[in-house]
């Protein structure tokens, strides 16, 4: 008897449970028909002229009969290097933070506001393994952007792509059905952050803080921004379906995103209240201390400031970066003499792209990882009572996110879920904050945090901002061709 019919006989009484009454086989393909559909990507314009600083609004054009997939395609001006601006190069995740903010809107009403800052934090969280390499040169996370230029060179432009991460760009089940929407516009409402916190060069006079050359903010002249535009993706229905959803009734079970509001707090032991409503998923807060906003580190959430950022992906202890300060004596960078703690322009091809040479899982056998997460402590409290006991912030840096998302993010990313599942639409857990009329979130935070250095090596004192961000469930309601939520905060 051969070994495959040997096994198919020995059947007992525990094999019932596993194969008695069979419901499903493994040979034979099972699948569903669909309803008849297309897509297609068509570029939507803003209304008015779209910079540094500026707020434009996009009125979705009514090209389909749903609207999915968003994404904000800009195109960053090339930059002469002159004495004015020498060494400039962008700051990392560029077409991350060149958002302020983002919010859709529908008959009038805002329905969603999503932040630069947020939308870095849910790609550090919530990116699946094999994409975040390519979406980092997508959103400008890459070393011709963020490697400085020298001497005579230019920055050449650059097209970025940045996914909105709204209800109905994550799931084509909630695609956005403008079919039903007769009397309603929809209108996407952008703003765009300032040039000085978009930049960096290399600080002037005797700045080298101790050997180290951390950048500052370009103070050279703004270029104004190329072009900006949206790409959305339009669904087109059958003619059976394009009319059921234009007649009936549409509930929609859709995330939002809370946010009250930065906390800027300079003691070690500080409460922040949270202002929050409806069925909450997760709480998720940053501390960024001012000695890193000054220096335009705005994704580094450790308490020091990060002098050896390195070009890599969202992997890398601190989010990844440029490799901008020393690296200590005898640390091999491929074999790259690094004096001043800078690659020569000419060395950057021995980097290849993002991720492929140098990154954070290679190097951290190499150089010590600096700084911690400035929450030393956290606990939550309920209208006065704890709603766990206190933990350590290393628990809601690594053990929640490893238990409840795709990704253990970069240091200082802070997590504590209410439910199994956050980053999926099914419902898994949620803590209704609409009920609770107190809500506080009890920090302690490093000493770190609010201590810098000054041009002379003395130590200052700075403050620090707090950034909480709630996820929560929220209903939108389409009937008689307009369009609104069923419950407002």
């Known amino acids: ?83 004015e601006n020498r060494d400039f ?36 969280l919530s990116q699946q393994p094999g994409l975040q390499s390519g979406y980092a ?35 084509p089940g909630l695609a956005l059905p403008l079919i039903a929407l ?24 005797n700045d080298s803080r101790n050997g180290n050359w951390p950048a500052v903010p370009n103070s050279g002249e703004p270029v104004p921004m ?31 995103l809370q946010h009250t509001g930065d906390e800027t707090v300079s003691s070690r032991n500080t409460k922040i209240k949270l202002n929050f409503n409806h069925p909450v998923k997760e709480l998720v807060w940053v501390v960024h201390s001012k000695k890193n906003e000054d220096r335009n580190q705005w994704s580094n959430f450790s308490d020091i400031v990060d002098n050896t950022f390195l070009t890599g992906n969202t992997q890398d202890e601190l989010g990844g970066g440029l490799i901008d300060s020393n690296l200590g004596t005898n640390i091999p960078v491929n074999t790259v003499d690094n004096e001043l703690g800078m690659f020569e322009p000419t060395e950057l091809g021995t980097l290849n792209e993002v991720g492929n040479t140098i990154i954070g899982e290679d190097l951290l056998g190499r150089v010590d990882v600096v700084g911690n997460n400035p929450t030393e402590k956290a606990k939550l409290q309920l209208n006065g009572h704890d709603r766990f006991a206190e933990r350590e912030g290393s628990y809601f840096n690594y053990v929640q996110p490893y238990q409840h998302h795709t990704n253990v993010p970069a240091l200082g990313i802070n997590v504590y879920s209410f439910g199994l599942k956050p980053e999926e639409h ?17 920090l302690t935070l490093s000493q770190n945090t609010f201590e810098d250095v000054d041009a002379n090596g003395n130590t200052k004192n700075v403050s620090a901002k707090v950034k909480v961000y709630a996820t929560n469930y929220n209903v939108l309601r389409i009937m008689s061709g307009m369009g609104g939520l069923a419950y407002s905060n």
């Open 182 to 205: 007769q009397y309603h516009e929809v209108k996407i409402n952008l703003e765009f952050d300032s040039w000085s916190n978009l930049t960096l060069s290399k600080p002037r006079g």
């Open 426 to 442: 099914q419902p898994s857990g949620t803590c209704n904050m609409s009920r609770i009329d107190n809500v506080s979130l009890n």
């Open 137 to 171: 040169r997508m959103v400008g996370n890459a070393p011709a952007l963020v490697y400085p230029v020298q001497g005579e060179q230019s920055k050449q432009s650059t097209t970025l792509y940045i996914p909105l991460q709204f209800w109905f760009c994550k799931n």
């Open 89 to 124: 190069h962008w700051i990392n995740w560029v077409g991350h933070k060149l958002i302020k903010s983002a919010e859709v809107e529908i008959g009038g009403q805002r329905i969603d506001k999503h932040y630069g800052d947020w939308l870095h934090i849910w790609n550090e």
């Open 226 to 256: 190329q072009s900006a535009s949206l790409w959305v993706d339009y669904i087109y229905l059958d003619t059976d379906e394009r009319r059921r959803f234009a007649q009936v009734s549409h509930e929609y079970l859709i995330e939002q």
């Open 1 to 83: 008897m051969g070994g495959g019919l040997m096994q198919l006989v020995a059947y007992g009484a525990q094999d019932i449970y596993l194969t008695g009454n069979p419901q499903i086989t493994f040979f034979k393909v099972v699948y569903r028909r669909h309803t008849n559909f297309s897509m297609e990507s068509i570029e939507q314009t803003f209304n008015g002229t779209p910079d540094w600083g500026r707020k434009v609004t996009c009125t979705i054009s009514r090209n389909g009969d749903l609207i999915h997939r968003v994404y904000l395609q800009v195109q960053l001006p090339e930059i002469a290097v002159n004495e």
